[in-house]
């Protein structure tokens, strides 16, 4: 599988993802939770199997 390599600078670098670490940063800064809501949507579209 080969993924595109164009994720936005803040995402976490790490494989596994923290939600209560994202849920807690959230709440503190509630743009990044509406990034983080869009690149989780994106992720959802995104047709698997295929790549772009």
């Known amino acids: 599988m080969h993924f595109k390599r164009n994720k936005e600078p803040e995402a976490p ?3 596994d993802y ?6 807690k940063a ?5 743009k990044q939770f ?5 690149a989780f949507d ?3 579209k995104k ?4 790549s772009l």
């Open 13 to 15: 670098r790490s494989k």
């Open 18 to 23: 923290d939600f209560a670490e994202m849920v």
């Open 26 to 30: 959230a709440r503190e800064q509630p």
């Open 34 to 38: 509406s990034r983080l809501q869009k």
């Open 42 to 44: 994106k992720l959802k």
């Open 47 to 50: 047709p698997k199997g295929k």
